[in-house]
């Protein structure tokens, strides 16, 4: 075996330049592709963190059902055994309720979407307390304070400090409707959510529906997405009731989801086109090397050599070109991917607006996850050893005497 790996290693660096050159492709490659998958998993990291932690939050409880028809019959009741759970664990979790009402401010009136929080603990979960753009955030869920999206204040052509008049219908059916003065407003950075989100304090939302103690939904913080899915079992081995269902991100997110599937899917395309294009330009190189040195075989296998031993040093010689460009590939595909890690790329003019339009970030980051390079390497070595099938099937059925006689 020692004797076939110094063979391989000098027959490599017999033709320096074109060994060089598939090196520089191999690396290439491996670089191209490690930079490609960092920047998109990275990105698409930030995108899921950014759009869970915004307000919809890594694991919510609701009852069951809710999800399919929104009502606020669909409710339940918060008490104090639920309450006294999930704060013996010591889960960071806030109440919320979601509602449709009517905000009106002098002969403005729109369609709102009506969220009541509790500030204290929605901060714990979510960062929604953070993109206020102007004013202050109520400090009590009874407050009689709102704060409401950037864009509803100016399509209301009011004002912060201007009391406005909330109508919507209870939990009863019956319509309910209360004062409220505009605190502040808030940039989610989502043109539509923007323009119709009202939040209100939990205590105050729930007078005007009428719903005394009963909400929508408990949202749940975490340290991450597979966090949320240990989150997700622990909460149901905890809270065993039938009417609650334990919702994870991705339930409550299924289009974010379904949209970076999507153009994941068609980056691992691209790749494989790559890591193909690759495949000949190796396969060119091998059988090229494997062409010229059929004399040279017939006389090793004329004196004895046996015929795998010969297949054997062919893939050696692959494996080891393959190894050495790849190993550059990744050096640099580390560089690349930590500077964009500690200089993400900001997006500007209108990619900033066309990125902002589907919800997400406008910013490019990167990602040194190992299993990156792992998946990046195993696919070329893969593609690799592939691509040496045919030239090894040539060595294998070569035959002494007319590879002494190949000119």
């Keep these: 075996m020692n004797l076939l790996l110094k063979l391989a290693w000098r027959n490599i660096w017999r033709n320096k330049r074109r060994s060089i050159i598939t090196l520089a492709a191999v690396s290439f490659a ?9 920047i998109q998993i990275g990105t698409y990291s930030l ?6 932690e915004l307000f919809t939050s890594y694991v919510q409880i609701q009852k069951t059902g809710y999800r399919d028809n929104p009502s606020l019959n669909n409710s339940f009741v918060f008490d104090n055994d639920i309450k006294n759970i999930l704060e013996e664990e010591s889960y960071k979790f806030t109440p919320r ?9 002098k ?3 729109l369609g709102a979407a009506l969220f ?12 929604v307390t953070n993109k206020l753009s102007a004013g202050t955030f109520f400090d009590s869920d009874n407050s009689n304070q709102i704060v409401v999206g950037a864009k509803l204040l ?12 909330i109508l919507s219908q209870g939990f009863d059916g019956s319509l309910g409707n209360q004062k409220f003065t505009i605190s502040g407003t808030v940039k989610m950075g989502m043109s539509e959510f923007d323009g119709m989100a009202v939040f209100i304090g939990l205590s105050s939302l729930q007078h005007l529906l009428g ?20 989150l997700k079992r622990d909460l149901m081995q905890k809270i065993s009731d039938p009417e609650l269902s334990m919702l994870l991100w991705e339930e409550l997110l299924p289009e974010l989801k379904q949209l970076i599937e999507f153009d994941n899917v068609s980056g691992i395309f691209f790749l494989g086109i790559l890591i193909v294009i690759v495949a000949f330009g190796i396969l060119n190189t091998v059988l090229m090397s494997v062409t010229e040195r059929f004399k040279e075989f017939g006389v090793v296998l004329s004196i004895g050599m046996p015929q795998h031993n010969l297949v054997k040093l062919v893939y050696i010689e692959t494996i080891m070109i393959t190894i050495i460009g790849l190993i550059l590939g990744n050096i640099l595909g580390y560089a690349v991917n930590y500077y964009i890690v ?10 900033s607006r066309i990125y902002e339009e589907y919800n997400f970030v406008p910013r490019l980051e990167s990602s040194l996850n190992a299993h990156i390079f792992f998946n990046v390497s195993l696919s070329i070595v893969i593609i690799s050893i592939i691509a040496c099938f045919y030239p090894a099937y040539k060595v294998y059925k070569l035959e002494p005497l007319k590879g002494i006689r190949h000119t």
């Design 107 to 109: 002969d403005a009136s």
């Design 211 to 230: 719903m005394d103690d009963r909400i929508n939904a408990i949202a749940f913080d975490a340290d991450g997405l597979e966090s949320a899915e240990i």
């Design 116 to 127: 009541g929080i509790v500030p204290s603990t929605e901060k714990n979960v979510t960062t």
């Design 97 to 105: 309720i979601y509602a449709d009402g009517l905000i009106s401010y």
């Design 154 to 165: 100016e399509n209301l052509n009011a004002k912060i400090g201007d009391e406005v008049v």
């Design 47 to 52: 995108n899921y963190k950014t759009a869970i």
């Design 342 to 351: 500690q200089n993400p790329i900001i997006l500007g003019g209108d990619l």
């Design 30 to 38: 491996a670089l191209l592709a490690i930079g490609m998958r960092g």
